[in-house]
């Protein structure tokens, strides 16, 4: 499952720093772990699909974080799919860190990232537990759609979905 943070506060956003790292860092390490456990708290665990820290230092994967003052404070990855689209993963904010737009800036560098790969869409499984989540989406441009991969119909994901390029018609 993704998870995103609807960042509302007006709060000054020069203090955080968006970059690409290595997941194997023990305080981005921390932050993984726990967005696990917020996950296995809300959903089923045969419904999580987790990537470890492992696999988020695969090829096709690009990984960022969000840092305030130094510290980690939210991630997100980019998994780049041979069908030429971009899967959103572990998306996440600090509940402390939260209310600074941190999501919303995430999801963007994830998208520039997407379009700079020369990716035709973005896709991403979340659920419906996550209201703030899904709104954070739906205001960035992505739609509902059906499950996508190796995905199923399970009764707690839902399927999203934004195009990077125009249909020309």
């Known amino acids: 499952m993704t998870v995103a943070v609807a960042d509302t506060g007006a709060e000054a956003r020069a203090d955080v720093s968006i970059a690409a790292e290595s997941p194997r860092q023990d305080a981005v390490i921390a932050l993984v772990a726990a967005l696990d456990r917020?996950?296995?708290?809300?959903?089923?665990?045969?419904t999580c699909h987790?990537?470890?820290i492992g696999e988020l230092e695969g090829?096709?994967?690009?990984?960022?974080?969000?840092?305030?003052?130094?510290?980690?404070?939210?991630?997100?990855?980019?998994?780049v799919d041979p069908a030429g689209y971009g899967e959103i993963k572990r998306m996440y904010v600090d509940p402390a860190a939260r209310g600074q737009r941190i999501g919303d800036r995430l999801l963007g560098r994830l998208e520039d990232?997407?379009?700079?790969?020369?990716?035709?869409?973005l896709l991403l499984e979340s659920g419906i537990h996550q209201p703030e989540a899904l709104a954070l989406y739906r205001k960035a441009g992505f739609t509902d759609r059906g499950p996508y991969a190796c995905y199923q119909d399970n009764g707690v994901s839902v399927f999203m979905e934004k195009l990077l390029t125009e249909t020309v018609r």
């Open 38 to 46: 917020y996950l296995l708290d809300l959903y089923p665990a045969d």
């Open 50 to 52: 987790l990537l470890d």
């Open 59 to 79: 090829p096709d994967l690009r990984f960022l974080v969000a840092r305030k003052d130094s510290v980690p404070v939210g991630c997100a990855a980019l998994r």
């Open 113 to 121: 990232l997407a379009r700079a790969e020369g990716l035709n869409a």
